[in-house]
Nanobody, 116 residues
Framework: QVDLVESGGGLVQAGGSLRLSCAASGTIFNINSMAWYRQVSGKQRDLVAS???????NYADSVKGRFTISRDNAKNTVYLQMNSLKPEDTAVYSC??????????WGRGTQVTVSS
């Protein structure tokens, strides 16, 4: 079984930066898109950013200009560079890989806490 493992979360002051990574523990074939979601306790999980196999990127309006998603296909890894962090960015961040013909994979999440 292949898992997605996130890393890079933590506690940071407002205005600071963090870089999240999400790597597959094994090989996943036919990955179409990779994405980051975030969820605050008691609220729905929201899309933060996505990138597909063609390099097309989408961002939530709330993070545009501050967050950057990138992927390394050879390493089956997706990154999220988060700059100018705000307290409202505090959430559990999870990554997901969407495959063309198989299942979708999800990581367990990493906590990001931004203090004011």
């Amino acid at each position: 079984q292949v898992d997605l493992v996130e890393s890079g979360g933590g506690l940071v002051q407002a205005g600071g930066s963090l870089r999240l990574s999400c790597a597959a523990s094994g090989t996943i074939f036919n990955i179409n898109s990779m994405a980051w979601y975030r969820q605050v306790s008691g609220k729905q999980r929201d899309l933060v950013a996505s990138i597909n196999s063609g390099g097309i990127i989408n961002y939530a309006d709330s993070v545009k200009g501050r967050f950057t998603i990138s992927r390394d296909n050879a390493k089956n890894t997706v990154y999220l560079q988060m700059n100018s962090l705000k307290p409202e960015d505090t959430a559990v961040y999870s990554c997901t890989f969407n495959t063309l013909f198989g299942p979708n994979y999800w990581g367990r999440g990493t906590q990001v806490t931004v203090s004011s």
